[in-house]
């Protein structure tokens, strides 16, 4: 699980869920965007998860284990640590199954004891622990991350290769256009 050299053609794969209805969908799309470096995009992975559900880190870790892509795969990044609303990836776990280490993307610093009261208050402090496991929220140049299974000078090294047109790794940006786009009809949104 451990990146020793960090190549400018390194594999990763960005994942981002697609726009959901929290009234009436039950589950929303989940897009993996496999690339080299931040420039060369080796393929597209979806699966679809519960909304506000258990099932994200078992989904997403099948959906990379079971991809023709998993031998060359060096790093994964997730655009949070919750897909589908409130469907809390165990990061840890994650990167435990999937044998690669995890690098979770925050655009600003979250507010952990806000997004721990309204766990609370909506009869989901369970997922609370998995907030907690996820580890400390560092800062990394325009963004902050949660590092799983890597340093954070190799994490630096390898967002400086895979963040070509913006702050947000290449990877995930695409995983957020092709997920709304598949969904909506039109990419919507920050990617």
């Known amino acids: 699980m451990v990146i020793r050299m960090v190549k400018k053609e390194i594999r990763v794969i960005g994942i981002d869920d697609a726009p959901f209805d929290k009234f009436r969908d039950k589950e929303t799309l989940v897009v993996g965007v496999v690339m080299r470096g931040g420039s060369w ?4 992975l979806s699966t679809k998860v519960d909304v506000d559900g258990n099932d994200a880190t078992k989904k997403i870790s099948n959906m990379i284990n ?4 998993k031998p060359q795969l ?3 990044f997730l655009d949070g640590i919750a897909v589908a609303g409130f469907n809390v990836i165990d990061v840890k776990e994650l990167s435990k199954k999937t044998k690669l280490p995890v690098i979770v993307v ?3 610093m979250p507010d952990i004891e806000n997004i721990k009261k309204t766990l609370v208050k909506i009869k989901k402090q369970k997922k609370i622990k998995l ?7 560092v800062n990394i ?10 340093e954070i000078e190799k994490a630096r090294q390898v967002l400086k290769i895979v963040c070509t047109r913006s702050n947000i ?13 598949v969904t909506v009809g039109e990419s919507k949104g920050r990617a």
């Not at 079971?66 to 892509?69: A, I």
């Open 131 to 137: 907030i907690e496991k996820a580890g400390n929220v």
């Open 41 to 44: 995009v080796d393929g597209v």
């Open 66 to 69: 079971n991809c023709k892509f």
């Open 169 to 181: 790794p290449e990877p995930l940006r695409l995983a957020h256009l092709i997920a709304s786009g």
């Open 74 to 76: 060096q790093c994964i």
């Open 106 to 108: 925050i655009r600003r």
């Open 141 to 150: 140049g325009n963004i902050f991350v949660q590092l799983i299974g890597i």
